[in-house]
């Protein structure tokens, strides 16, 4: 008998090339969409939870390489670009207001210099201030501090992204 989300109806998960995608949208780290698929979830709860639980196995290499596709934050990508990351990364931004621009292009450049990769944090849910005072935190951290903190944000940014995709 097939699983359910819910008491009142079945919810189907895409195809599964269709749900790599999907999971590569939320976290461009092949091996990590391929690892949930091989766990072969049955619904999209259990999608939600075997991706979560995989999540933790991410190396610093991939989350690196994912870096590679998020735009600063604060720096939108054009209305204009198709690419999904992109549209989600707009959307997520939204509570970024202009005013803060160029405080939060200092931070991304500041934060660039000091570890190597772009400044990442979930900002749906964060105004302006709170991601600009994260940034300014995060710039005091040490290197590993810093990578861990942004893996937990890459995971939280991507599982936000898979809840929301998922039926």
Known sequence: MPRQDSLAAPRALPQANALRSLLLTCARIPRWADAVLAEAPASASEARAVAERLSWGWTWAEVEAALATHPRIGERPPVTDADADSALARREQAGVGDTLAADL???????????????????????????????????????????????????????????????
Do not use: K, Y
């Open 105 to 167: 292009h200092a931070a991304n450049v500041a934060h660039e210099q000091r570890f190597g990769h772009v400044f990442l944090i979930r900002a749906a849910g964060r105004s302006g201030a709170e991601i600009l005072a994260e940034a300014r935190r995060r710039l005091a951290l040490d290197a590993a501090s810093e990578r861990r903190e942004t893996t937990d944000q890459l995971r939280e940014i991507a599982l936000l992204r898979l809840e929301g995709m998922l039926p």
